[in-house]
T-cell receptor, first 116, second 112 residues
Framework: GAVVSQHPSRVICKSGTSVKIECRSLDFQATTMFWYRQFPKQSLMLMATSNEGSKATYEQGVEKDKFLINHASLTLSTLTVTSAHPEDSSFYIC????????????FGQGTRLTVV | TQLLEQSPQFLSIQEGENLTVYCNSSSVFSSLQWYRQEPGEGPVLLVTVVTGGEVKKLKRLTFQFGDARKDSSLHITAAQPGDTGLYLCAEVNAGNNRKLIWGLGTSLAVNP
């Protein structure tokens, strides 16, 4: 299957600083990627849909100025958590899928963000 | 985010026991996927079911899709500690960038 790489896998940052998370599709082009947030033992909560070359589409209740998404190329999307606070601590996961053919979502390894 | 009904939410069983996880929707699924996620990692696709009444097997895992395509189940036979993880069902929204609509998840713990 296709590979999606997410970096970093873990990050600890101070309150008030910004953190950037990268999501790369290694062996296929992904015009669309998805960013999720997940709490322990709970399902994935979609934050936004990242579209290559255009603005991301955010889900209701997700602050677009807080969670900046950039999808500058067909293989890279980034999520920047700006002015992070302890309540932003969570597990963030990206995914991408083929636009045609098999509708399987390929996920990154996830990023554990801890804001202290 | 719209979520599918999934039950049970938590399940703790002994090694060797059988279990079933259910996924339901009030509307007809276009297609349904089951994922398994281990702690600290992203979900991995187990199976996709498309046709009403379909049954798929993956070793000790049996997946069923309801005749009316409104429900699905995952049955694990003789569970092992390695089956521990979060099981998620998801519907593919074929008309919206392949956006997935997720179930609430079932956290399974298999004790040795």
């Amino acid at each position: 299957g296709a590979v999606v790489s997410q970096h970093p896998s873990r990050v600890i940052c101070k309150s008030g600083t910004s953190v950037k998370i990268e999501c790369r599709s290694l062996d296929f082009q992904a015009t669309t990627m998805f960013w999720y947030r997940q709490f322990p033992k709970q399902s994935l909560m979609l934050m936004a849909t990242s579209n290559e070359g255009s603005k991301a589409t955010y889900e209701q209740g997700v602050e677009k100025d807080k969670f900046l998404i950039n999808h500058a190329s067909l293989t890279l999307s980034t999520l920047t958590v700006t002015s992070a606070h302890p309540e932003d601590s969570s597990f963030y996961i990206c995914s991408a899928s083929y636009l045609v053919g098999k509708a399987e979502a390929f996920f990154g390894q996830g990023t554990r963000l801890t804001v202290v | 985010t719209q979520l599918l009904e999934q039950s049970p939410q938590f399940l703790s069983i002994q090694e060797g026991e059988n279990l079933t996880v259910y996924c339901n929707s009030s509307s007809v699924f276009s297609s349904l996927q089951w994922y398994r996620q281990e702690p600290g990692e992203g979900p991995v696709l187990l199976v996709t079911v498309v046709t009403g009444g379909e049954v798929k097997k993956l070793k000790r895992l049996t997946f069923q899709f309801g005749d009316a395509r409104k429900d699905s189940s995952l049955h694990i036979t003789a569970a092992q500690p390695g089956d521990t993880g979060l099981y998620l069902c998801a519907e593919v929204n074929a008309g919206n960038n392949r956006k997935l609509i997720w179930g609430l998840g079932t956290s399974l713990a298999v004790n040795p």
